[in-house]
Structure formats: structure tokens, C-alpha cells
């Protein structure tokens, strides 16, 4: 599954289960550093799919105030 | 009288009085009956003996003339006028000099109300054993009609009200209506027809049958067999809506949903656009404070995220080893050093043993080491040859000697 078809609550998933494994340390620094780059990535993908959602209500209110 | 042939023949037809009397013959064959029916109109004609009735019946398009003598009138129903219920005891009979049919009744009895509402009661058991109230019968009203079927009397208060109430609730709704008349002798067969025409209109997918208040023998034809029979055959959902919140004609029973009067009919037909969409408004404004409440939260929850150390400062993940390198190095660095002190000690001790074991305290007691030119210690003469050079190491200082003499 790419990023970009990753829903809210998988991305929400991952990113909690990255930060999890980064704070229980034990992962080389290499693997850290992919893991704090897939969960800034991750982390980014929750806050599209936030905006967007805020995004599409404002738009059907204004949809529906044009009534 | 000429005796008639058997068959009648273009070459030979019977004359009009032939066929007047074998007519007057079949007629009489019927005899006396009894029969029951609705008076439609009534003549006493002044100076007359004899009274004219015309005879329906309540559920049918159909009509019979009837004769009486004016006393057999007085005798079984004095009071009798047009719309009421009689039973009479007559024989048909055909009157040659008119070509006509009537019959003549020598008695004549007035239904009275309380017979007439034994006979619903008798009715009513009827039909309800047949299954025709049975609530499984019962068709469901749709939510929103697409047209409104409404059979109901000319310019009538029912009508109104149905109408102005039904609007009131859903100012865009739609009606087909059908005057007909309520009351009287030919309300139940126009009913009937005019509830055929709705049911067949496609558009029409509630039928509403509307009449405001009355005597009960004003709505005696909403308890008619045989409409009842035909609302309980209508493919279409029926409600009856007839007069006030007492009465229960057998329509109430056999119509898929019962008003209790025309206004009640308004409210169950149509859903009320107001109501409607204040519940839609209200759905609306849940939706939104669920789903905001929900971003809001999770967004919440990404922000707490994000601002943990973990993910907002990724330079510990560095920093924390770049603390482990330099404790590292600086353990290696003491080691080192460690290991260099102790190399240094082993050195002293080691040239400590070498100086002890120094041939220097042998050369103070007067012994010399003489060595070769190329180093080597000399222990035996025949180690040199003549004119050898040789190194003499004493206590205090060397010198240079030369072999005058080897042994050969």
C-alpha cells in the first residue's frame, strides 16, 4: 500500500506504533533515523487527511448556505 | 284471441299484442317477493290512489318503479320520504298499454334505524370474518405522496379542510379530486366509480375519502357492502376520513388507515414540511458537532504526537550518541594511557634489572672485556689473528690495541 492511499486511522496506527519503537529505543541509528522520517511523513499524512476533512466541511457549509 | 304459432318468422312476426302478453306472462312468472331497497323518489299524486315509488338500490346504479295503493302506504310506513330504507312485498308487473315495468306492492315496511344498524352489525361480522379488517390487509401510506386522490362532497367543509390542511403541512403537494355525492341514493355507486378512476391513475398513490359530520343515516353509505368491498379491493392505500371522532362507519374498518376527521386525514397523508426540516436542521448541526469534535480530537491527538521528543526533536536521536562516541573515546583515551603508564613502569624495572646485571662492578676489580672489531667478545686466543684490531672496555674508559702476535 503506498502513502498516498493509507487512510487516517492506518497512518494514525503506524505513526503510534513508530513513535512506540522510538521510545523504547534499541534500533541502530540508522533505523531511527528512517523511523523519525516515516513518522514525520506519517505524521504528515494524518494532518492532510485532518485538513481536508475541515476542508470539505466548510465547503458543504457553504454549499448549504447558499441554499 | 288467435292462437299464436310457436316461432316467429321475418315472414311472420308476432303482433305487438302477441308479444305484449307473452311478456306480461314471463313478467308474472317471478311472483311475490320480498325486496329491500332505498327510496329514491316518491310521488302522491293529489286525487290519486295510488302512490309511485322509485325503488334503488343502495349499492348499484339500478332502479325499479313501484306501485302502492295509498293505503297500503299508511299502513307499513306513513312517514315514509326519499332516502329511506324499505322492505316491501310486491310482484312485477308489465302494463301492455305502455310497454312498462313496475311493481306492485301490497305491503310496504320502513326500515327503521335500529334494524338499520342491526344490519351493519350483521354486515360488519361478515366482512370481518372474510379477513377484510385484518391488519396484514392494511397497505402502508407513502411518506410523501406523489399525488393525493380525494373523493369528497362539492364545495364541501371535508374538502376544505383536507385541502388547506394538507397544503399547510406540504405547501408543494398535489390533488386529484373527485366530487361526488355523499349522501342520498347515488352516492355509494359514484363512490364506487369515482374510487375505480383514482385507484387506475397511476399518479395517485393515496386515496382519501372525505365527509364531514352527519346523521348516522347521512353516512350509511359509508358503511355500504359494496363499497367496502371495493376499498378492500383498491390497489392503492385508502383512508377514510369520515365525520366527527364517534363515528365509525364500516369504512374506518375496511380502509387501510383510519382519520378520525378530514383535518386528522391532512396530518396522516403528508409529513409536515416544517417539522420536517427542523429535524433535518437539528440532524445537521449533530452531524457537524460530531464530526468537528472528532477532527478535533484527532488532530489533538497528531499534535501531542508530534510534539513529543521522539518526533519534535530528532537531534537527541544524534545527540544521544554523539554522548555515547565521546564517552567512548574518552574511556579509549584512558585506557590508553593506562596501558602506556603501565608500559613505562615494565621499562624501568626491566632497565633496573639490566643495569644490576651490568659487567661494571667485574671491570672495577681490574678486568677488562676486550671485543673484535665487529663487537664480538673475545674469549680464546685463536679468536684473533696478527694485526687485529681490538677494542679493551676497563672500569674507567677504553683503548685501542693491535695482536703482535696470534697463535698459529
Known amino acids: ?67 | 284471441m288467435t292462437q299464436p304459432e310457436p316461432r316467429s318468422t321475418a315472414e311472420e312476426p308476432w303482433p305487438v299484442r302477441v308479444v305484449s302478453q307473452k311478456l306480461g306472462a314471463w313478467v308474472a312468472k317471478l311472483g311475490w317477493v320480498w325486496v329491500d331497497g332505498q327510496v329514491a323518489q316518491i310521488s302522491r299524486r293529489p286525487g290519486s290512489s295510488v302512490v309511485f315509488l322509485t325503488l334503488r338500490d343502495p349499492s348499484a346504479d339500478l332502479s325499479l318503479t313501484v306501485t302502492a295503493h295509498r293505503d297500503v302506504l299508511d299502513a307499513g310506513a306513513p312517514e315514509l320520504a326519499e332516502g329511506a330504507r324499505v322492505t316491501l312485498h310486491a310482484k312485477p308487473e308489465f302494463y301492455p298499454a305502455r310497454g312498462s315495468l313496475s311493481l306492485r306492492a301490497d305491503e310496504i315496511r320502513q326500515v327503521g334505524l335500529g334494524e338499520l344498524l342491526a344490519r351493519l352489525e350483521r354486515l360488519k361480522k361478515l366482512l370481518a370474518a372474510e379477513g377484510l379488517f385484518a391488519r396484514e390487509r392494511k397497505r402502508r401510506l407513502p411518506f410523501l405522496p406523489n399525488r393525493i386522490g380525494l373523493l369528497t362532497g362539492r364545495a364541501s367543509a371535508a374538502e376544505r379542510d383536507v385541502l388547506m390542511n394538507t397544503r399547510r403541512r406540504w405547501p408543494a403537494v398535489d390533488f386529484r379530486v373527485i366530487n361526488v355525492p355523499v349522501q342520498g341514493p347515488t352516492a355509494v355507486p359514484q363512490i364506487i366509480d369515482a374510487l375505480k378512476v383514482l385507484d387506475n391513475d397511476e399518479s395517485v398513490d393515496v386515496i382519501v375519502i372525505a365527509r364531514g359530520g352527519g346523521s348516522v343515516e347521512d353516512l350509511l353509505p359509508f358503511s355500504d357492502e359494496a363499497l367496502c368491498r371495493a376499498v378492500s379491493g383498491a390497489r392503492t392505500p385508502v383512508v377514510s376520513a369520515i365525520g366527527h371522532e364517534t363515528d365509525a362507519p364500516l369504512l374506518d374498518y375496511v380502509a387501510d388507515l383510519r382519520a378520525s376527521t378530514p383535518t386528522d386525514a391532512a396530518k396522516r397523508i403528508v409529513p409536515d414540511l416544517a417539522e420536517e426540516r427542523q429535524l433535518i436542521e437539528s440532524a445537521r448541526r449533530r452531524l457537524d458537532r460530531t464530526v468537528l469534535a472528532l477532527l478535533d480530537r484527532e488532530t489533538h491527538r497528531i499534535e501531542a504526537w508530534r510534539s513529543r521528543p521522539s518526533l519534535a526533536r530528532p537531534e537527541l536521536l544524534i545527540e544521544q550518541r554523539a554522548a555515547d562516541v565521546a564517552q567512548l573515546r574518552d574511556r579509549a583515551v584512558r585506557s590508553l594511557e593506562h596501558r602506556v603508564r603501565r608500559a613505562d613502569d615494565d621499562l624501568r624495572h626491566t632497565v633496573a634489572r639490566l643495569r644490576a646485571l651490568s659487567p661494571k662492578s667485574t671491570l672495577q676489580r681490574g678486568y677488562a672485556i676486550v671485543q673484535r672489531a665487529d663487537g664480538h667478545v673475545v674469549r680464546a686466543a685463536d679468536e684473533v689473528k696478527t694485526d687485529d684490531l681490538l677494542r679493551v672496555r676497563l672500569a674507567e674508559g677504553e683503548l685501542s690495541a693491535t695482536v703482535t702476535e696470534a697463535p698459529t
Do not use: F, N, P
Not at chain 1, 11 to 19: F, S, Y
Not at chain 1, 43 to 51: E, G, H, N, T
Open chain 1, 1 to 67: 500500500m503506498t502513502d498516498e492511499t493509507l487512510s487516517y486511522e492506518q497512518a494514525r496506527t503506524e505513526l503510534a506504533g513508530v513513535i512506540e519503537r522510538l521510545e523504547t529505543g534499541g534500533s541502530s541509528l540508522e533505523e531511527s533515523l528512517a523511523l523519525w522520517e516515516r513518522g514525520e511523513l506519517l505524521a504528515d499524512i494524518c494532518q492532510r487527511w485532518l485538513d481536508g476533512a475541515r476542508e470539505r466541511i466548510e465547503a458543504a457549509r457553504a454549499a448549504r448556505s447558499e441554499d
